[in-house]
C-alpha cells in the first residue's frame, strides 16, 4: 500500500495552511497548462501536506478560470493520496447555518465552461461517480471535527453553479426545492479529474451564506461572505491539522475504488490510442497505461 500523502485545496479565504512545518515551496509543471499557483509541501505531524490554494494567493482566479485539469495533475504529481477540498458554500436549508462544515457526499454538476476530463479524442475513459467522495476520508474529516469541537455534518448534496455570479432567486427556489443542500461554484470538475487520476477526495462545504432563497436574509453579497469566510477559515485550518495528525501512514484502500477508477475505465484500444494524448496523462494514468 501506498504512503499516505494528504492534498489540500484551499477555497475562497484560505490562501495557506497554518500549523505545517518544514514548508518548501514547489512550482511543478503540467502538460495541461499552468496550475493555480506553486504548492506549499510539508508535514502535519507525521503526515506530509501538500496545500493548494485553488484561486491562487490573492484570489486572482475566477472558478470559471482555475484550470482544475492543472491543479489536479500537479498534486498527482506531488504524489497526493487523499485529498481534502476545502470550499465555501451557500445554504438552502435553515438547520445548514453559516459557519457550519457540511462534509458532502454528493454532487451535481451544472458548469459548462470548463474541461471536466483528462481524456477524449485519442483516449476514451469512462470512470464511476456513483459514489463521488471517498467515505473514508469522509469519515475521518467527520470525527476530526468532532474532536475539535467543530460543527459539523456527514452528507448532503452539492450542486455545482459555473458562476462568478450568484444565484437568481428563482435559480436558489428550484435547487432548494430539489433537495438540494449546498451551492457552490468550484467542485466540479474538481471531484471529476481527482477521480480520473484516481486520489481519493472529500469536501468540505463551509457555510457562508443562505444564497438568496431565505426569506429573513438579503441577497448574498462578497461583504457579508467573506465575514464568515474569515471565521471558517480559522476552523479549517484546525480541522486540517486533527485529520493530518490521525491519519494512518499507509493509504487506506477506498471502500468505493477511487484509487482504482481507471481499471475498467479505457475504452479505446491500445493500438488506437494518440501517443501525444498518452505524453500528457503520464502521471494521471501512468499505473494503468505502462
Known sequence: MARAVLGVIGGSGVYDLPGMEDVREEAIESPWGEPSDAIRRGRIGNTEVVFMPRHGRGHRMSPSDINYRANIDVLKRAGVTDLVSLSACGSFKEELPPGLFVLVDQFVDRTHKR??????????????????????????????????????????????????????????????????????????????????????????????????????????????????????????????????????????????????????????????????????????AGRVLG
Not at 477524449?120 to 456513483?130: E, L, N, T
Request: glycine share 8%; net charge negative.
Open 115 to 284: 474541461e471536466s476530463s483528462f481524456f477524449g479524442k485519442g483516449c476514451v475513459a469512462h470512470v464511476s461517480m456513483a459514489h463521488p467522495v471517498g467515505p473514508l476520508l469522509q469519515g475521518r474529516l467527520h470525527a476530526a471535527a468532532q474532536a475539535e469541537g467543530i460543527a459539523a455534518v456527514k452528507g448532503g448534496t452539492y450542486v455545482c453553479m459555473e458562476g462568478p455570479q450568484f444565484s437568481s432567486l428563482a435559480e436558489s427556489l428550484g435547487y432548494k426545492a430539489a433537495g438540494y443542500d449546498v451551492i457552490g461554484m468550484t467542485n466540479m470538475p474538481e471531484a471529476k479529474l481527482a477521480r480520473e487520476a484516481e486520489i481519493t477526495y472529500a469536501t468540505v462545504a463551509m457555510v457562508t451564506d443562505y444564497d438568496c432563497w431565505h426569506p429573513e436574509h438579503g441577497a448574498v453579497d462578497v461583504a457579508a461572505v467573506i465575514a464568515v469566510v474569515r471565521e471558517n477559515a480559522a476552523n479549517a485550518a484546525r480541522l486540517v491539522a486533527r485529520l493530518a495528525r490521525d491519519l494512518p501512514p499507509e493509504h487506506e484502500a477506498c471502500p468505493v475504488g477511487s484509487d482504482r477508477a481507471l481499471e475498467v475505465a479505457i475504452m479505446t484500444a491500445p493500438d488506437k490510442r494518440d501517443p501525444a494524448l498518452l505524453a500528457k496523462l503520464d502521471a494521471v
